[in-house]
């Protein structure tokens, strides 16, 4: 059996927008048994975080770049081949939505047969699992890892994996990596309450026009008290989800008290002035009651799988701005919490050991070819098309005309694919609402 002979691990992540690097890249930090040399992929699309965006996450890696599906598959490849010792890694963890997974996990098992080792492969989700579960976990199938975020959800993916007779033995349970910060103690000057906004939830005009005039009636209603409303994304940037109806437009046609202001920045140091936080079903929720800053899930939209905040049922954190205006500040249950691997009790840097564990006995183990549920013989109706986004062939293999990698892009092919991806953008969140409002008259 070989054993390592490196302390230092060499990892490679793989992430699509800018929460799922902040998420890969911590969590590589977290799973790794040792120390860790990190190269950091952005895969190009619609959301390939902007520079502002990666200065506002603060994760540094030791290289940084972007790259299509296809180069980085060939460089995967190239790696594998050469000097294990000052080439290969050992570790690549692929931070993205699940047919991204999918794609490139076919395109790593052609890219490595008949490789004498490969990297131990991982892959996770960046938040709250509330839709698509079986079609998200199937996608994600394959890998040696496929990380859960707490108890509930690893139990909840061996059941998917197990009832369509898929090997369950990949699932792992940790928590979010990026859960941490000083314990709320309450007593700030000014009291602040911080409305965590979401990009798609909720995702008509109407619905977030009536959370923004909640905001600033409580702010109204409250002169004394600092009310911030934390956005995601500068109107262009595109995170995880599209945003089509930026608050910063809705918030244009009011008139905004003095103590109300709109807000950028990393969330754990908006949390750290926070004394209420207050979402739909932002995974901010849970990195609030994980500092035991009091939070609360709105059901003034109603409890609906549409919006997330069902998945919040149980917790006792489920109120309305009614309620809250009233003076209502939520109490968590202290069993939810535990299943949802928030470890408000203290327990959480030890939610990783088992991740720890599980990837240091693969890196010392030999390791079989990729092998995912979904293939030409389960699913040849859906595969081919997964894998065809990506410029890939069914059997994993880049298709013909797909982007070379060979050679960095020349400086007219940069200005020409930064142009098409603005021009992509812009569609997508100016003209594609227009289109399908014009659709409804």
Same mark, same amino acid.
């Given at each position: 059996m070989p054993v390592r002979n490196r302390k230092q691990l060499r990892v490679a992540v793989l992430a699509d927008s800018d929460t799922r690097w902040k998420w890969g890249s911590l969590t590589a930090s977290r799973i790794a048994p040792d120390s860790v040399a990190l190269d950091g992929y952005l895969l190009r699309g619609r959301a390939t975080p902007t520079p502002r965006q990666l200065r506002e996450i603060g994760v540094r890696a030791d290289s940084l770049r972007e790259v299509t599906a296809v180069e980085f598959l060939r460089e995967m490849e190239s790696a594998a081949s050469g000097d294990r010792e000052s080439r290969g890694y050992d570790v690549v963890l692929l931070a993205l939505v699940g047919g991204g997974v999918q794609a490139v996990l076919h395109g790593l098992a052609h890219a490595w047969r008949g490789a004498a080792r490969r990297p131990v492969v991982v892959t996770g989700?960046?938040?709250?699992?509330?839709?698509?579960?079986?079609? /998200?976990l199937l996608l994600r199938h394959g890998a040696d890892v496929v990380l859960a975020n707490s /108890?509930?959800?690893?139990?909840?993916?061996?059941?998917?994996?197990? /009832?369509?007779?898929?090997?369950?033995s990949a699932v792992t349970e940790c928590a979010l990596p990026f859960l941490g910060g000083e314990p709320y103690t309450g007593g700030a000057d000014p009291y602040t309450v911080t409305f965590a906004a979401q990009p798609s939830v909720p995702d008509t005009a109407a619905d977030r026009d009536y959370l923004l005039g909640r905001l600033v009636r409580h702010a109204e209603s409250h002169p004394d008290r600092e009310v911030l409303l934390k956005l995601r994304s500068k109107p262009g940037e595109h995170t995880t989800h599209i945003e089509e109806i930026p608050y910063q437009k809705l918030a244009q046609r009011r008139e905004l008290p003095a103590n109300f202001r709109l807000v950028y920045g990393n969330m754990g140091e908006i949390l750290d002035r926070t004394d209420?936080?207050?979402?739909?079903?932002?995974?901010?929720?849970?990195?609030?009651? *994980?500092?035991?800053?009091?939070?609360?899930?709105?059901?003034?939209?109603?409890?609906?799988?549409?919006? /997330?905040?069902? *998945?919040?049922?149980?917790?006792n954190c489920l109120v309305s701005w009614d309620q809250l205006d009233a003076g209502v500040r939520?109490?968590?249950?202290?069993?939810?919490?535990?299943?949802?691997g928030v470890a408000a009790d203290g327990t959480y840097e030890s939610a990783f050991d088992g991740a720890r564990a599980r990837v240091a006995e693969l890196l010392d183990a030999d390791r079989p070819a990729l092998a995912p549920y979904y293939s030409r013989t389960t699913a040849p109706g859906y595969l081919p098309r997964i894998l065809a986004r990506h410029h890939l062939a069914p059997d994993g293999s880049p298709l013909p005309g797909a982007p070379a990698a060979d050679r960095a892009p020349g400086p007219v092919r940069q200005v020409v694919r930064r142009a098409a991806r603005g021009a992509y953008r812009h569609g997508v969140q100016r003209v594609a609402p227009v289109i399908r409002r014009m659709g409804e008259l």
């Open positions: 989700y960046v938040g709250v699992v509330y839709e698509k579960l079986a079609d /998200g /108890g509930y959800d690893a139990d909840r993916f061996r059941a998917v994996y197990e /009832g369509v007779g898929a090997d369950a209420l936080l207050v979402t739909v079903s932002s995974t901010a929720a849970l990195e609030s009651l *994980h500092r035991r800053i009091p939070t609360a899930l709105l059901t003034d939209l109603g409890v609906r799988e549409a919006l /997330g905040n069902h *998945h919040f049922t149980g917790s939520p109490e968590p249950d202290p069993g939810w919490l535990a299943r949802q």
